[in-house]
């Protein structure tokens, strides 16, 4: 299957002619004064910069973890555990950037730890420029899991955790780690993980940290972020399968169900009323994924009959859709975010894209535009689910 390109943060846009020139000023700064000052890296480096950890470093493999996270890596010629222990590295003194950099002591961005989506995380220092930057120190060893967009529920199921279940398959979950914990799904998660809060030091409240030593998960260069990957999508299959076992899930989901973006700002059906009473006599409910636990969600996929739903990032959940499922998936006209079709392909469900107006109809907006669904696209879905 060719790479999908997951489209939904903006292109490198303009970086504003003054984040340019505090960039080109710090040139002419000593290398190390470059960060401290103008919040921009000294240079850019490789792995050398970091150091591998000793076997004394890992208290003990967490077995839950571990064969699932050797899976995802692929074992070749090394042992389950060698291989999870050489995807972690350490940088003395070494500094986190929340949007997903990694720099060093004297603030050298450290290429390897420090992927960024649509933009290298060299220019995103300079568009996001600022003088004196403020860091937290921190005494100790720090778990850095800092990812470019894990506030977003896509990028933190299929960029983030991969990296953090690396670090619990090492054994290391009595770390302290450096990661977002404000929205409800990363609270939820880190639950399920046994992770609490007091072990927590949250990125979106710590735009800068540094530690006596960053320990800094990797996946390497055969898992980049935002491309559709069926590795990581089975990872969360294989780990969530076991986390939510025997949760006992109060609330009464439906098994054919539209996903809502009512209560959202985008990507919304105007005329989702008329969809619906389309869809009553099928047994059709709307739903609201924001309303839902984590548990809650992966639960109402793991049991559907039927799917519809805009694309969007609450669609990984499609990962643990039982194969066959029929799914409709709704887009704008000429929308080129297509990995929610890699997604269903990789559970093997029974998927359509359903490609409708974009609204308001002069709007540019081929990703995030709400959408109008008219005749003979109704007819259409209707069908989808009654052949």
Not at 95 to 113: E, Q
Not at 142 to 171: C, E, Q, R
Not at 360 to 385: A, N, Q, W
Request: one cysteine or more; charged letters at 20%; hydrophobic letters at 45%.
């Amino acid at each position: 299957m060719a790479q999908t390109i997951r489209m939904n943060q903006p292109q490198e846009g303009r970086i504003p002619p003054l984040k340019i020139l505090a960039a080109q000023i710090a040139k002419f700064l000593p290398s190390s004064w470059r960060f401290p000052i103008c919040g921009v890296s000294a240079s850019v480096c490789g792995g050398e910069a970091t150091r591998p950890l000793l076997p004394t470093d890992f208290p003990s493999p967490d077995d839950h973890f571990l064969q699932p996270v050797v899976d995802f890596l692929d074992p070749g010629h090394l042992s389950p555990l060698a291989l999870v222990q050489s995807h972690l590295v350490a940088v003395p003194r070494g500094i986190a950037w929340s949007r997903g950099a990694h720099l060093t002591a004297d603030g050298r961005l450290i290429d390897p730890l420090s992927i960024g989506m649509n933009m290298s995380m060299d220019r995103w220092l300079v568009k996001r420029q600022r003088f004196f930057p403020k860091i937290r120190h921190v005494q100790g060893t720090v778990i850095s899991l800092s990812t470019d967009g894990h506030n977003n529920y896509y990028h933190w199921m299929l960029d983030l955790l991969p990296k953090l279940f690396i670090a619990l398959a090492a054994g290391l979950d009595q770390g302290t780690f450096y990661l977002g914990a404000s929205t409800p799904f990363q609270k939820e998660t880190l639950a399920l993980l046994g992770i609490p809060s007091a072990r927590v030091l949250d990125c979106n409240a710590i735009p800068f940290l540094q530690a006596d030593e960053l320990v800094v998960p990797f996946l390497g260069q055969r898992h980049p972020p935002n491309i559709f990957n069926a590795g990581k999508c089975r990872l969360l299959v294989d780990v969530f399968s076991f986390l939510i076992d025997g949760k006992s899930i109060s609330r009464n989901l439906p098994t054919r169900f539209l996903v809502s973006r009512g209560k959202t700002r985008s990507r919304r059906i105007v005329n989702e009323a008329e969809l619906l009473s389309r869809l009553a006599p099928l047994g059709f409910l709307p739903v609201y994924l924001e309303d839902l636990s984590l548990a809650e969600q992966i639960t109402l996929f793991a049991r559907a009959e039927a799917i519809i739903a805009s694309t969007g990032a609450g669609l990984v959940n499609l990962v643990h859709a039982r194969p066959g499922t029929p799914v409709a998936i709704l887009m704008p006209e000429e929308c080129p975010d297509l990995v929610c079709r890699d997604i269903a392909a990789f559970a093997g469900l029974r998927s359509e894209i359903f490609f409708a107006h974009r609204h308001p109809p002069e709007t540019t907006d081929k990703i995030g535009c709400d959408i109008t669904l008219r005749e003979p696209l109704l007819t259409s879905l209707v069908h989808h689910f009654t052949a």
